[in-house]
């Protein structure tokens, strides 16, 4: 059995699995000032149906790291960045970072020396326990961000120290000191919550390994979210997407919507997998290399405020209350749906009110709706339409690329969340597609969650002219003998250290995949002189099996 | 202040001219991880666009190819030449104010007259996009400033009739450098006289010299041409590691260079230090040109390098500027004195090597000048080499603003040429009806 839990913005769900199956499920308010009790609550609603001996895992997916920082709950930081020559960021970070002078250069070769008086003599550093340090080109060569580590500890005994090359293997030195400061901001209320969660779940005698989802849809044993914690932002809206991919088997090109009650998430499926955002999620308006689903939300769902304005319709984004029909005092759409006949429950007549309310003169309340819902699918379709440009738009680097550039043709609009049943057939009807709702799509995040598969990604680089390979996320940097080693010879290595991080955590090693790759040599005075390699690859993510969408009341 | 750049990037990772040639898959790797590593590609005032392909009918708008055009180039030629029109779409839609198109393969030795690949190019990609905004968006005057160290040849033939484009080229000197040529007085057909500049510099010449002949001479040259766009071909082979040249400038002087031009489009041209050089040079020229902070963009070994610059080389350069400001005040009266030693006719044979097919190619030019109009002119070519054997062709080109006498004038030789057989191919390249016509 697996049990998954997810505290969302309004109600925390729980279900568990079994078998394909959904056979306990639980809803219960969430508890905005401490996440945990009603996290328990949902727990303990399940384990008078479920003993916890039956449990085989526990994945978590909470709002806990983002609401940190959306609350500003967070500690302060030390920021110590290594940057060498180029771009000025000293105003980049969400914090005036310190400054030390060291250079990495874009061979992993050391090209500046640290310079430690900064580190020893800043009196600023003393006041922090807590730090984040950054080098660019650390992913080539993380030896000035271990030289900082080492100091830090020996001169200040910090409680933790974020490093960024460990954070992310992958270039892109702003993102990832974004993520490191934002990763050692949520440490120790993360780990807090952690260690509650641990001892709560012990209180209950459930001994199955406890995972956390992120934002990328996979789940990492507790033990590891606890030294980064900033990959657990975001866990809602992923764990919609797994829920998408538990309730509904896509193939081909899909467009999957989250109706919620002021917005829609929108992601895009390319054969049946979800897309990533390339580079790593926003955080604020901080570029992170958090590994994320591609999502683009907008601000109309159910509960949006529907006003008229000098004539015109005004959707969204506020939201003043629920929908007239439910006993609000202001239209919202889900009244224009309730007055169309797309969705039946509450007062119609209080709805009609409501049509009434944004009616133009003359204007009947339900030509009024379908003028509201026309205006909202509008949006949506707009957004859907922005994203498919901008991802078949996407630069690319290889003449090949060009000439075989990606398509999208999306067939089918699969929709979860509160006002899906009546919106997601009018985006697919506008769009001239089908539109598919699973059932079970109530409680498709704890769905999501239960099932998401456990991922690990590396990122290996191998020079063999300088005769080295690195792997930034293990902190591994490991000579090589250069003439045989190859593309193929990556490839093995990086799989062979992926599976042995795997049986370290304790987690399956089966589906591995490439996610990227490539080769160049090397030439010096016309003769090549090695090459460089990069492989990038992953345990899959995704979901364990494909669950039936029968919600169990 | 702050502008938008858009930024077409492609490195062009799966093309080479041969696996271990300069123009090589791995030219703009470090360059990639730089502006990557950066994080460049996150600011929201740079927008990172994909390049389009060209078509056929883009490239003969200058180009003509023998047999055809298209059978001497490759996809890459396509988007290479794509981007940067895709670069200029988006400076002309005012989508962005500047762009820069960082792209590969390279175009400024490619002539009009394309019979293979010389000095690692087939498709002259700034022409292409010129001449593209003048037939899409109407510009007329066109400035290019090109900063590649080698003499931008191709470019120089293209327009060396054209008194709308002043081509500018600063470059190592032709006599210690490809392709040879670039020489001061190398400055137009009679028509277009002065529009067509050429900086020879000598080897070991720095910032300090570059920046006094933009200050002294480049930028006064730019306000009296008073041009509708300022074209940058950036070229990066004058960077003190470049292994082709051998010249002292420096990615600040680059960026600084960058900064004052306020190029509209900037094309990328050679620059073959791939790892010491180019990462630094474009992130300068990026940060330059989006109006940002590039202070800070230092090569990690420029401070064992000691650049200095003689005085004798100083004084070579106070010297020059002094030459061309002469010639410049003068330009008027002196291309009226070309125009009338002409007596309506200006000549011009020459041989033109093409380094990377080893082919030799004899050309004629004549330039037909008109009072009421820019004329016209044709070309003569005949070429040899070990994989086209001997090929011959006869073009006659007509200007936007060929008068119809000229027109006239232009179409009787060209078939009074084509009776002679003398040649295996015939074409008209009619800028006016915007073809390549053969006959
Ligand atoms: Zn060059
Ligand atoms: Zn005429």
Redesign the pocket.
Known sequence: MLLGIDVGGTFTDAVVIQGQQIIVQAKVPTSHDNLLEGLLLALDEILRTVKAGQLERVVLSTTLVTNALVQNEIDDVGLIIIPGPGMNVSAMFPKTPITVNGYIDHRGRRAGVLDTQEITKCKQLAEYSIFAVSGKFSVRNPLLEQEVFNMLNDAYHPLHVSLGSQISGRLNFVRRTNSAYFNAAVWHKFNMFAEAITQALAQRDIVAPVYILKADGGTVPLILAKAQPVEAVFTGPAASVLGIMALHHSCGDVISLDIGGTTTDIALWQDGVPLFAERGANIFSYPTAVRAFWLKSVGVGGDSFVRRQNGNLQIGPMRLGPAMALGGENPTVTDALIVAGKANFGHKQLAELAMKRVANTGQSPVDAADEVLASVCRIIVGAINDMITEHISQPVYKVEDIINAVKFDPQLVVGVGGAVKGLAPLVAKEMGIDSFIPTGSMVANAVGAAVARPTIDITLRADTEQGYYSIPELGLRKSISGARFSLASARELAFDCLAAKAQEINIPQTDMEIMYEEEFNVVKEFYTSGKIILCRVQLKSGVLMPVLGKEVW | MRNKLGLVFFPAFDWAITPTHPERQERLLYTRDQIVEEGLLDIPDIIEYRPRLAAISDLERVHIGIPTIKSLITDAHLVSAGGAITAADAVLNQEVKRAFALVRP?G??AMRMVHGTR??CTINIEAVMIEYLRKHYGIERVAIVDS???HGDGTQDIYYHDPNTLFISF?QDGRTL?PGTGFANELGSPGAWGTTVNIPLPPGTTDDGLHYIYDNLIVRMLEDFKPDIIINSA???NHYSDP??SMAITAQGYARLADKLQADIAVL????SIQDALPYINVGIILAMAGMDYSQVVEPDLDRKKLTQSSRITSYIEGLVRNWQEIWTNREKLRQEEIHKSKGLWVQNRSIYYDADGIMEQQRQEVHLCPHCPGYFSVATEANGPNIGYQSAYATVLSALSCPQCRRQAKDQLSANKKTGNYQYYFLQDKQADILERL
């Not at chain 2, 041209?269 to 073959?272: L, R």
Request: proline share 5%; aromatic share 16%; no cysteine.
């Open positions: 390279p400024h030795h000095g690692f590649d160290v080698h470059h490809y070229g990066q082979d082709l040249a041209e050679g620059g073959y």
